[in-house]
């Protein structure tokens, strides 16, 4: 199974009127160590859920550094700048970015010259986030193993993911870290703006409702099966925000294994496939003719019949593996109209 990293692999201007909506504005007085203001001190000690246990933040955090790559999104969606994020390696800039977090902070005027990108291509760099004095790490969108959470925690107290590794809803991600920085209540107002995106959205594409989809990988030099992302994985549910229901044939091979993010299926099984949409990463020597010639990968109903998005744009995938209150917007706006293309047997890329 090729690693989650590359398995990721796998709007400015509404994403600035949910933040004007709901963020609490600039981060005064951001210092040169990108530091953002967060919620009332009053709130504070806060004691946090999550999968390994509870954290308590005994005060309110001023320096937060992040693991998950949406993490950086939601503070900033917050009106938080963190002090350190990860490198966007996969569908980023070339400031590893991404143009959605960029759009938000130039609209709120965010100090971020202080803020460190760390490459975690090589696992978590926790030198590098500990050269950060963090008094709070997050990890909600990621895949933290308990072994990963106990030398954050030596670092400072750490918030990992809450409902499963890399499966934590951004909802609950967004709520998570709210609570998490003091600002419960207008973490609840941006959930509430970012799914009335999404249902705006939608609204304009009745059609899609109740048809299925699944989300595919394939590896160019091994095409004898066919990488399936879970019903749990962030893919398939921004699949069903957008009214899609689950493959059946995903739904039964999610079930096997309720922690997996990807289940295989046997090419020689292909016509099993079940989908009224078929969506896949489209790569050198996994591209959608070259999937469509092939023996057992060509049965896909939906493949076969040109029903599928051969997503080759890796950024606006990105904002589909790694939904935020700021990606949304390019979901919605450049990766949704695929979809329905793909739908009405117009292959889109």
């Given at each position: 199974m090729p690693s989650?990293?590359?398995?990721?692999?796998?709007?400015?201007?509404?994403?600035?009127?949910?933040?004007?909506?709901?963020?609490?504005?600039?981060?005064?007085?951001?210092?040169?160590?990108?530091?953002?203001?967060?919620?009332?001190a009053a709130a504070f000690p806060v004691t946090v859920e999550h999968a390994y246990g509870?954290?308590?933040?005994?005060?309110?955090?001023?320096?937060?550094?992040?693991?998950?790559?949406?993490?950086?999104?939601?503070?900033?969606?917050?009106?938080?700048?963190?002090?350190?994020?990860?490198?966007?390696?996969?569908g980023g800039n070339e400031a590893g970015s991404t143009d959605w977090f960029d759009a938000a902070v130039a609209d709120e005027d965010l100090d971020v010259s202080g803020m460190t990108r760390y490459?975690?291509?090589?696992?978590?760099?926790?030198?590098?986030?500990?050269?950060?004095?963090?008094?709070?790490?997050?990890?909600?969108?990621?895949?933290?193993?308990?072994?990963?959470?106990?030398?954050?925690?030596?670092?400072?107290p750490t918030v990992p993911w809450t409902e499963k590794a890399w499966g934590t809803s951004w909802q609950e991600q967004v709520r998570t870290i709210g609570a998490a920085i003091g600002k419960e209540a207008d973490a609840e107002r941006l959930v509430i703006a970012t799914e009335k995106t999404i249902t705006d959205a939608v609204a304009a594409h009745p059609e899609v409702r109740g048809?299925?989809?699944?989300?595919?990988?394939?590896?160019?030099?091994?095409?004898?099966?066919?990488?399936?992302?879970?019903t749990s994985d962030l893919r398939p549910q921004m699949l069903?925000?957008?009214?899609?229901?689950d493959s059946p044939t995903v739904a039964q091979l999610s079930a096997k294994d309720p922690s997996a993010f990807t289940a295989n299926l046997s090419a020689e099984k292909a016509a099993t496939l079940d989908a009224?949409?078929?969506?896949?990463?489209?790569?050198?020597?996994?591209?959608?003719?070259?999937l469509r010639r092939n023996a057992l990968i060509g049965q896909i109903p939906a493949l076969r019949d040109?029903?599928?998005?051969?997503?080759?744009?890796?950024?606006?995938?990105?904002?589909?593996?790694?939904p935020s209150p700021l990606s949304v917007t390019t979901a919605v706006r450049d990766f949704l109209p695929k979809l329905v293309s793909?739908?009405?047997g117009e292959p889109a890329a």
């Open positions: 989650r990293r590359r398995l990721l692999a796998a709007a400015p201007l509404a994403a600035a009127l949910v933040l004007a909506a709901c963020s609490t504005g600039p981060a005064g007085g951001a210092s040169s160590a990108a530091v953002g203001a967060t919620g009332d509870t954290t308590t933040i005994p005060s309110a955090p001023v320096r937060v550094a992040t693991v998950g790559w949406a993490d950086a999104d939601t503070l900033v969606a917050l009106g938080v700048v963190p002090v350190g994020a990860p490198r966007i390696t996969w490459d975690d291509s090589a696992g978590i760099p926790f030198d590098d986030i500990a050269a950060t004095r963090p008094d709070l790490v997050l990890g909600l969108s990621s895949g933290v193993t308990k072994e990963d959470y106990d030398k954050l925690s030596k670092i400072a048809r299925s989809a699944a989300w595919a990988w394939f590896t160019p030099t091994d095409l004898s099966t066919i990488g399936l992302y879970t069903r925000a957008f009214g899609f229901t009224d949409v078929v969506v896949f990463y489209a790569e050198a020597g996994a591209g959608a003719d070259e040109g029903h599928y998005v051969a997503s080759a744009d890796n950024e606006v995938a990105l904002s589909m593996s790694l793909a739908l009405r």
